[in-house]
């Protein structure tokens, strides 16, 4: 994938710099200089054909229309996956916060049905024991 990236790149830097001498000629334009002037527009459109190779190439690649927009205000499209990675790990912290805090109550609820059935136990323990007690202490007899 690569590969298709610099072939890319290499294709738009020389079209740019085709471009660039193409403004020189235009700029300072006489008649003798028409023959330079036809050979860049010549390379200009060989240019933009090999750009439309390398374009059919990589038709697969979505591009975040964010990224443009980072361009047109002239930032750096780079500055884009900083701030999604940043975004991302800050909704991760969010989130691992969170199952934390159910971790944790889940933990807290556990503990508290521990203790009640402890609680409601010991207190049909107790509960027999009265009943022992009332029974006259002769026959044991069992009430629950």
């Known amino acids: 994938m690569a590969e298709k990236f610099d072939n890319l790149e290499e294709h738009l830097e020389k079209f740019i710099e085709n471009i660039r001498q193409l403004g020189i000629i235009v700029s300072d334009f006489q008649p003798s200089s028409q023959a330079g002037l036809n050979q860049k527009l010549n390379f200009m459109i060989s240019g933009l054909q090999d750009i439309e190779k390398c374009r059919q190439q990589l038709h697969e690649i979505n591009v975040p229309l964010e990224v443009f927009e980072y361009i047109d205000q002239g930032r750096n499209p780079q ?58 202490g002769g026959e044991e007899r069992e009430l629950l």
Not at 83 to 90: I, P
Not at 93 to 108: L, S
Not at 120 to 133: H, N, P, T
């Open 79 to 136: 500055l884009y996956t900083k701030e999604c990675l940043e975004r991302a790990l800050a909704r991760n912290e969010q989130v691992k916060g969170k199952i934390d805090t159910m971790m944790i109550a889940a933990f807290i609820c556990s503990q508290a049905d521990l203790l009640t059935s402890r609680k409601s136990g010991s207190e049909q323990d107790r509960m027999r024991k009265m009943a022992r007690k009332k029974d006259g």
